[in-house]
């Protein structure tokens, strides 16, 4: 943390990880970056075959509540 400080590097966690690099199941990949979701948490995907196809799911989910998806220095 303090290396990146020192370079002036801004160091960001995600507060959910749908672990889609592992487990490679799009329905899997829903339900953790969807269950129990409140504003403004950093959802980490990567871009695994399921993910591409869990996506559009969870961007539909994120309208039906009313919530939106944006930029990291949009959130932070």
């Known amino acids: 943390m303090k290396a990146c400080e020192d370079l002036g590097y801004k160091v960001i966690m995600w507060t959910r990880d749908t672990i889609d690099w592992r ?3 799009a329905d899997l990949i829903f339900t ?3 269950q ?3 504003p ?3 959802i980490l995907l990567h ?3 399921a993910t591409v196809v869990a996506l559009p799911r ?3 989910y994120l309208k039906v509540v ?3 998806a944006d930029v ?3 959130v932070i």
Do not use: K, M
Request: aromatic share 0%.
């Open 23 to 25: 487990d490679h199941d």
């Open 32 to 34: 953790r970056a969807t």
């Open 36 to 38: 129990n979701l409140t």
């Open 40 to 42: 403004g948490e950093l």
């Open 47 to 49: 871009p695994t075959d």
């Open 58 to 60: 969870i961007l539909d």
């Open 66 to 68: 009313g919530l939106t």
């Open 72 to 74: 990291v220095s949009n």
